[in-house]
Structures are given as C-alpha cells and as structure tokens.
C-alpha cells in the first residue's frame, strides 16, 4: 500500500500585481489587480513505503508548495492527497506525530540555546515518553556524531553543524516519512556529503521514507533511487534516478586549473575548426574508450581549461588520469549540469520523441519520456 | 484498567497533562532563551531610572506647588511606585508583533504549523517566558530606585497576592492584541504601524504617566471603560491602593476584555491560517 498518494492536486496562489512608479502605488491602492499563479497544476503520483524520493525542480517550480500541501500546512485549491492514510491539511495535527519536515533555509533549534534545549523540548512537544526519548536522543547524537555541539548554543554552530543537528531534531519521534526542503543548500561539499550519507543511512537504518526537494544534482544522485523532475508546478519526469543519471545527468562539467598553458592539452580538428582535447587515454584501465570522443572543450584560457565530459561515452576518471599523465593539475572542480539545463534536456527528449503537447508542456505521466527507452 | 485508559474523561485528562507539560516546556525555553541576553534586558531597564527619576521630579513639583500631600488619594511615595509598576508593565513588552510578522512572511511558520501544538499556544508560552524575564528584570530595577527616591511602599498583603493574578491578565491581554495585529500580516504590507498605535494608546490612555483616576472628566470615564486601562492602571492600582470592589471589577474588565479579544484572534486566525502563502516553492 502507498504511504503517500497524491491525486491531481493543484494550488493557484492570487498575488496583488503592483504597476511601477508612483502613480503605479496609488492605483494599486486604490484598486488593487490580483493575479492569480498556478504554483502546482494538477499532479498525480504515489510513494511506496521505504522509497528515497527526489522531488526536483528549478527555483519556483512547485516543490515546497508540493511539501507544505503534503505536511498539511498548505490547503490546496484542488486535488487530494493522502499522507499515511491522512489527508494532511485536515488532520495536520494527527499527522504531525508521524511525520518530520526540515528546511534547509528555516531552523527549528532556538538561537540562543544549545541544541540540547530544543531536543528536550521537542520530547515534550511529540508527547515522548522521556526515558524513550533520552535513550532515541543517544542514539541519534550517537549516529549524527553531534555530541560536540549538544552544549554549544546554536548560533556558533556553523550551518553543517546546525542541519545535522536540524536532521536529528526532526527524528526523535521516529517518523515514518521524512520531508527534507533543500537540505544541502548553502553547506561546503563535505559538509553536503555528510549530510547525504546520513540520509542514505537513516534510510537503511529505519526504513523512513524520504521526501527530498532540492536542485542540486549531486543530492539526487547520491541519496535517491527514484526522481520526479517538476517545473512550471507540472512533473515532467517520474523515473528512476538510475535512467536520470544515465539520460539527462551524463553531461559533467570539469574546470581545472593546470601547471602547463591549457592550449598544450588541445588540438584544432581540421574538419570543424574546433579545439579537442589531444590527450591518449590509457586504455588499461578502460580498454573500450578509444578516443575522446564524449569530451568538448567549453573553455581554454592560459592555464585555464573547462571541458564537458559526456560520461556515457567517455567516463571521467580516463580523462582526467590522461590529464594528469602531461601535467600536473593545480585545482579541479566537477559540477552536474545546472537543474535548468536537465529541464531543457527533458524537454528537447520529449520534443524529439513527439510527446509534447500543444503549449509545450510535457504530459504529466512522464515515464515514456525516458530517452533511449 | 483497560476500560479506565479508553474512558473519555482519563483521555481528557491525560491529554490535558500533555498539553500543560507541553507549553510549560515552551515557557521555560523561552525563559533560557531570554536569559542568554539579560544584559540587554538589564541596560534597556536602566532606562525605569531616568523616566521614574523625571515623573517623580514633576509630580513633586505638582504636589508641591498645589499645596497638597495626596492627589484622589496618592501620596507621592503611592505616585512614584505607581509610576514604577506601570512603568515596569510597559517596558516588558517584547515584540510579538513583528515576531508573527517575520513568521508569516519568511515562512517559518512552516516548522510550527507542522508540530503537534497550536501556534496561538506555542506564542502564548514564549511571550509569557520572554515578558516574565523582563518583567523580573524591570521589577528589581524599578524597586531600587522607588526604595531610594521615596523609601518603603505601603502595599498591602491583599494587593501582593491579586496582583500576579491581574498582571497575567493583563499580560494576556496585550499578547490577544499584539498577536492580533501580527496576524494582519497575512492582509497587509505592514503591521508595525498598528502596532505602534495601540502601545501609544496604551501608554496614553492606559495610565502610565499617572493614575487614570486623577484625569479630568469626561477622560478619566473614557479611559477608565477603553480595555487599555486593564493593562496597565489597573494592575499598577491593584498593588498600590487595593480596593476590593475595584479589584473585583477589574478583574470583570480584563475577563470581558479577554473574552472578546480572544474570540476577535481565533477567528481571524482561523480565516488567516486559511491563507497561508508560505514563501518558496
């Protein structure tokens, strides 16, 4: 049985539109226009119990709308939704005890106290049987690896710090599902890892179902197994993260900054005219990569060099150990493609597909729009 | 026994203990919370010192020059730890209002909203915990200063013990009004500016400057029936000069006062929760 199903649920927001300047004000005072916004045109879709959900989508597509329906803190204009057999915004309450939210950019601990203070306090807020509660309390301080800052007021936490402490707060009462809104963003790249693998861990350890949003790649990848891409509050994708990886996420993007001048590394292809990477790639480690072919140069100046790595025809670490091979690399970074350039890979799949219909949308029961499929 | 658990009235009870242990718990974090800047609390108190000092210069100089020991039945020693009282009420105020502000409009009242308590609870209790740390504070500052400028009070023991009573409701009070106003954040821009008409109009009418007794007619009666006059006359008046019958009445007052406040708030926040437009999404 689905521990959450979700039936053309819809929320339109009314928004008071205010023309410029002056004159703009007081009309609008004395008139006032109101604009009404479609944040999530009907959407449909059901999560298994123990599932790892990415909930993805660019700025404003719609996702923490989708949470705070599903946490019953939203009304929707129309639709329903059933969240461990609740209907969320009418028995928030209920649910409330069997379910946890955390935001990225909001913060539940008390900014003057030691996150001890706001654990004990939460025991009393979820009706924790107190000796449960200290015995869930050391464990959870025990997996988070937050015993250093139990006792350190949450405002000299630094914001990895915080959200771990954030993650173990909203697990005292053991949750069945978890709803976690951009949980990495703003943190350092360890600190996101470490927040990752404790999702994955959490997952593994309680069998809690995760409801993750976020737009970075990276946490997609790494914690779930399942992906709804949403844009414009319509899904456009509902896939495993496996076919996402394989079909929209292949691209990566590698700046490095290297000792020799980045033009050594490069040749002009006398057919195109355009610079490619001339580097032999050691076929030992990957006998079936001949040439690089997968691999586009985006960006070559001094000793500066910013490659796109299709990783289906040419994985990275050949490339980069082929780079190594003639010169030593001072700094690197690898990023995935920004959520904005997934969408428009989406869309031009579908379109290539024929299956766009007539305002460019992508249908809601997206799974055909897989490529390759 | 297994009867017993599944009965109504153990339900009840035992969720009411939930409750009670619930909020008495936001209480005391919030009065941890308060704590951690007490020194703040501490200068902005100072502040009792030079307004106790300049009103009870001016009403010397007013009993002085009229000729008088007692003004409707205030010595000066009444007048200057009246001033203190009232004074020492007014200054705890915390700002609720731009708190349920801020709330509405970052959307963290998303992490609230999805707990298993009421939000008008949640804030009662941390207003109540932020407001008694200043209340203590200005209390003690206020005291050593009334006790230098015109020694022991005369209160007597009936005053001390209604006066907690009548400063939770008036407290109760101004947290209705306060939170009310925090909530047209969801109709309006700007809340701050209503807020600020009623603090002045407290401070006013309310009888922070001098007993509302001592006002010329048809004011004194004005004042005296406008809810202000619970938050701050009353209470200070309670410790004072206890009267039974005025106790009692304004006890009367600030229930009736409490009652349709009360009922103007869960209706507005009723219709307001209806609107939630969190940001982000």
Known sequence: MSIIEVEALAKTFKTRERAAGLSGSLHSFIAPRYRQREAVKPISFSLEPGELLAFIGPNGAGKSTTIKMLTGILYPTSGKASVLGLTPWQQRRKLSFRIASVYGQKSQLWYHLPPQDTFDLLARIYELDMAEYRKRRSFLVEVFDIEDYMRTPARKLSLGERMRCELAAALLHKPSVIFLDEPTIGLDVIAKQRIRDLIGHLQVEEGVTVFLTSHDAGDIEQVCRRAIVINHGEIILDAPVAKLKRDYLKVKTVDLLLEEPAHTLLKTDSNTGKQRLSVQLPTSIHEEIQDTEGVQVLKAKGHGLKLAIDTSRTPLEPVIAAVMQHCHILDMTIADPPMEEIIATIYGQASRDGNVNGNDHVPVDAEPLTAGE | ?281
């Not at chain 2, 009662?124 to 008694?132: H, I, P, T, V």
């Not at chain 2, 008036?170 to 969801?186: K, M, N």
């Not at chain 2, 048809?218 to 000069?241: D, E, K, M, N, Q």
């Not at chain 2, 869960?266 to 969190?278: D, K, S």
């Open chain 2, 1 to 281: 026994m297994e009867a017993i658990s599944r009965s109504p009235m153990y339900r009840a009870r035992r969720a009411l203990n939930f409750s009670l242990q619930k909020y008495a718990a936001i209480m005391r974090v919030s009065i941890a919370n308060n704590l951690a800047y007490v020194m703040e609390v501490l200068f902005r108190a100072l502040m009792l010192v030079v307004l106790v000092f300049v009103l009870g210069q001016l009403w010397t100089t007013t009993y002085a020059t009229r000729g008088v020991t007692t003004l409707n039945g205030f010595s000066i020693s009444d007048m200057v730890w009246y001033l203190v009282i009232a004074e020492t009420i007014a200054m705890s105020l915390p700002q609720l209002t731009r708190r349920i502000d801020q709330d509405v409009r970052s959307g963290q009242l998303a992490y609230l909203l999805g707990r298993p308590c009421n939000y008008v609870f949640y804030n009662f209790a941390q207003y109540l915990g932020e407001r008694l740390v200043r209340l203590a504070i200005n209390g003690v500052v206020g005291a050593v200063v009334a006790l230098i400028f015109v020694g022991l009070p005369h209160f007597t023991w009936m005053g001390i013990v209604a006066w907690p009573l009548v400063t939770l409701f008036a407290l109760s009070i101004d947290f209705v009004a306060y939170f009310s106003i925090g909530l047209l954040a969801f109709w309006t821009e700007e809340t701050s500016s209503f807020a600020l008409i009623f603090n002045r109009l407290t401070l006013v009418l309310g009888g922070v400057l001098a007993p509302i007794t001592i006002f010329p007619e048809p004011l004194r009666s004005i004042a005296l029936i406008l809810p202000f006059s619970t938050i701050l006359y009353g209470p200070s008046r309670t410790l004072v000069h206890f009267e039974l019958d005025q106790f009692v009445l304004l006890v009367l007052h600030q229930v009736i006062t409490l009652v349709v406040g009360g009922v103007i708030l869960l209706v507005m926040y009723q219709v307001a929760i209806r609107r939630v437009n969190i940001n982000g999404g």
